[in-house]
C-alpha cells in the first residue's frame, strides 16, 4: 500500500531531478571545493551555481547566502551572530509559537543570563504585534519571529516588523523554514536581516541549511574552522547536498504561483470536507493568512496520537498537534499558546500537503476521516458525557 | 583522462555501495524519523543500526554515538561541551598543529578571555608530552589533541595523553578525523571522554560526522533545538546520510586490516621512489608513527602550488601543505610547527592514498614526480644559485 503522505511540514520526498543533479557528486565528482587540482575546484562552480538559484529564490545576492547543515545550525548562527556582534544588548524578543529550534535557544538564553520577551499570539494564532513592538528595548539585541508557523501554517506579518526593527536598529531575524518554497519570500522587501531555511522542507535533501545575512549586517560565525563559506561557516562543503538543494530552490520557485494555487485547493477542499462532516471540530489558526499546504484541527475528545495510529493503518500520514514524539502528552505550546480549548487540544491533527498531494489521495482522507473520528468519540468516556449532556 | 586521486586527506570517493545503500531513503523512503506513523517512524530502526556500525568502528557503546553534521561541528561541540560544563575552568591544552576547526576555535576563545596553551612539536612532528604535563593545571577544563595529523599524517600518543588526563579528572577529547577508517581506533582501551569522526574521510557522504561522548563525561549540546539525538543534537536526523555512514564505517572496519597494508605498500612504494630519485626532498614527519595513507614532502626550491599544478595537468590530484587555499603563500602552521627548513616549507606536497588507489597509478606518479621537479628546479632562481654554490 502506497502511503498517502501528508507530513510535509516534517520533510518532504526529496524531488527525484533533485536527485539525479545530486548522484553524480558522491562517488564520480566527489572532490573538495578547497582542494587546488581541478578535479575538486571545478565543484566551486557547481557550488556558485546553487548559490545563485538559493538567492534567487528569495531575492537576495549569492553573497548573503550562507549554506549550513539545517535549519536549527541556522536559527542558532542568526541568534548568536546577533549576541556575539552585540556584547552588551542582552534582550531578546520572539514569540510564543516558534520551533523548537528558536524556541529551546531563547529559553536556554533566559537561563544564562539574556531577558527574553515572548510575544503572544491570539486565538487565530495572529502576533500580538503591539506587545512586540512595546517590547523593544535599547538593548534589544535581536528580534527573531518565524515567517510562518509549523504547525498552524499562520503567516506573521514579518515585512512590518522588520520594519520597525530596522527603525530601531534592531537585528531582525526570521525563521522562514516552513515559508520557503511555499510562499513568496523576498528578502529585499521584507528587509529581513537574517532568514533561515531547511532544505528537507521544499523537496530538498535533509542536512543542508541556508542562512541568508543582509550585507552590512553585523556577523559572528557559529561553526569556527576552515575558510569554508568565506570564514562564516566551517567545514567542508556538503558538495552533493548544496547542488540538490540548488535545484530544489530552482523547481520551488517556479511552483509558487499556479501549483501552489492547486494544493491550496486541496486543502481547502479537506478542510471544507472534515468540518462540514465532522462535529466538535475547530480549525487551529488563522483561515486568510496561512501557508497554502497546511491545515490545523482539533477534534474535541479524542486523542491526537490514536487519530495518528488510526490514520497509519490506513496507510494515512499525518501528525498530531501535540508533542507526543518528546514523550509528553502535552499539547504542543503552539495550541497552548493559541489557547485551543483543553476539550481539543489534545485532538489535534496537522495535514500538511505537498506538490505530490494528488486529488485521489486527498478524497480517500475525506471519506475516511468522518468514520475513524466517529468510532473513537464511541469510544471515548468524554463524549458519552457530552454527548449526553447534550441531550439533556 | 581519469584522474589519479591521491588527496584522500582532503576528501574521499564515496563507496558505491554506500551510495546504493542512502539512495531509496531520498525519494523512496523520505519521512522524518519523529513521526509518529510507520512511514517515518520506522526510519528511526536504520538510524540505530548505523548507529552500531559507527560504534563498532570505535568500540563504543551505540549510546554514546552523536551524529552531527561534520567534524568540525564534532570539534565545535566537544569544546563548547567541556567549557560549559566546567564554567570556572578558562584554561584549554591543545597543540600547535591541530585541524582548523579546533585551532581556530580554540584561537576565537583565546580571545574571548581563555587560556590556551599550544603544545608544540619536534622536527618528526612528534609531540612535546612534557610540556603538556607540565601545562596540565586545576583550571583546565578540556585538552584536544588531534589522533593523527591531516597534513603529516603522524599519529600522537592518544591513549597516553588521555590516562593522564583522566587521572587528573580533566576532559579529553581527540579530533580523530584523519584516523577515522585508516588506523583502529579503539574508545575504550584510549579512554577518550570525547572523539571526533567525519564520514567524507572514510568514503562516506560528506555533511555527516561523528562525536562520541563517553558515558558520564559532562555535556551540554552544542545545537540546541529538538529532541533528536536525545536532547544532544538538535535538527532533523540526515536519514540517508547517517544510513550511508554507517555502510561506510561497517566497510571501514573490515578494511583496517589487510588492505590498509596494502595501502601502506603503495604509500611506501610512493616515498622510497620520490626521496631516492629526487635530490634534496625531505620527508616530513615521523616515519614510523604515522597514518598509512598519507605522505608528506619537501621539495626544496620549487613551490608546492607549482608542483600542484604541473601534476593537475597530468591529471594527478594531490594537496600543498602550505595553505594556499586561503590565499596566502606561506607555509602551513603544521610544517612551521616541525620546523621544516624555509627553503623546503614552500614546496611541500601531501600524497594521501585511499582503498581505490591502484599500484599502476602509483608507478604513473612515481615516474612522472623525477621529471616534473627538475623542470621546475631548473627554472627556479634560487635552485640554479644553490646548484651554483654546489659547483663551487
Known amino acids: 500500500m502506497k502511503a498517502i503522505y501528508l507530513d510535509n511540514n516534517a520533510t518532504t520526498r526529496v524531488a527525484p531531478a533533485v536527485v539525479e543533479e545530486m548522484t553524480p557528486y558522491f562517488s564520480e565528482y566527489y572532490g573538495n571545493p578547497s582542494s587546488m587540482h581541478t578535479f575538486g575546484g571545478m565543484l566551486g562552480k557547481k557550488i556558485v551555481e546553487a548559490r545563485e538559484k538559493v538567492a534567487d529564490l528569495i531575492n537576495a545576492d549569492p553573497d548573503e547566502i550562507i549554506f549550513t547543515s539545517c535549519g536549527t545550525e541556522s536559527d542558532s548562527t542568526a541568534i548568536y551572530a546577533a549576541l556575539q556582534s552585540y556584547p552588551k544588548k542582552r534582550h531578546i524578543i520572539t514569540t510564543r509559537v516558534e520551533h523548537p529550534a528558536v524556541k529551546n535557544l531563547c529559553e536556554h538564553l533566559a537561563k544564562t543570563g539574556y531577558r527574553v ?95 541568508y545575512v543582509k550585507k552590512g549586517t ?34 520551488a520557485k517556479k511552483e509558487l504561483g499556479s501549483e501552489m494555487d492547486r494544493v491550496r485547493g ?8 472534515i468540518l462540514e462532516n465532522i462535529p466538535n471540530t475547530l480549525l487551529n489558526g488563522s483561515r486568510e493568512n496561512r501557508l497554502p499546504n497546511t491545515l490545523s484541527v482539533s477534534f474535541e475528545y479524542v486523542e491526537g496520537e490514536s487519530i495518528l ?34 476539550t481539543a487540544a489534545h485532538g489535534s491533527i496537522r495535514f500538511s500537503l505537498s506538490t505530490y498531494t494528488t486529488r485521489e489521495e486527498i478524497d480517500v482522507v475525506c471519506e475516511q476521516m468522518p468514520p ?12 458519552k458525557k457530552e454527548a ?3 441531550i439533556l
Open 218 to 251: 553585523k556577523f559572528a560565525p557559529f561553526l569556527i574552522g576552515g575558510h569554508q563559506e568565506k570564514g562564516r561557516r566551517g567545514g567542508t562543503e556538503n558538495v552533493a547536498s548544496i547542488i540538490g538543494l540548488g535545484k530544489a530552490a530552482g523547481m
Open 117 to 211: 520577551s515572548w510575544v503572544p499570539v491570539d486565538r487565530e494564532g495572529r502576533l500580538d504585534i503591539d506587545y512586540l513592538y512595546d517590547h523593544m528595548a535599547d538593548d534589544t539585541a535581536i528580534i527573531s519571529v518565524m515567517w510562518a508557523n509549523n504547525e498552524t501554517g499562520v503567516i506573521f506579518p514579518v515585512e512590518q516588523v522588520a520594519h520597525a526593527a530596522a527603525e530601531r536598529g534592531i537585528v531582525f531575524h526570521t525563521d522562514a523554514v516552513q515559508a520557503g518554497g511555499k510562499v513568496p519570500v523576498d528578502v529585499r522587501k521584507s528587509n529581513v536581516s537574517m532568514l533561515s531555511l531547511s532544505g528537507h522542507k521544499f523537496h530538498g535533501p535533509k542536512g543542508v541549511g541556508v542562512l
Open 372 to 383: 475513524l473520528i466517529e468510532r473513537l468519540r464511541t469510544m471515548s468516556p468524554f463524549w
Open 309 to 342: 495510529l488510526m490514520l497509519d493503518q490506513l496507510g494515512i500520514c499525518a501528525s498530531s498537534g501535540s508533542a507526543c514524539t518528546s514523550g509528553t502528552l502535552e499539547p504542543s505550546h503552539v495550541l497552548r499558546a493559541l489557547g485551543v480549548p483543553f
Open 388 to 390: 449526553s449532556c447534550s
Open 266 to 273: 486541496l486543502r481547502d477542499r479537506l478542510e471544507a470536507h
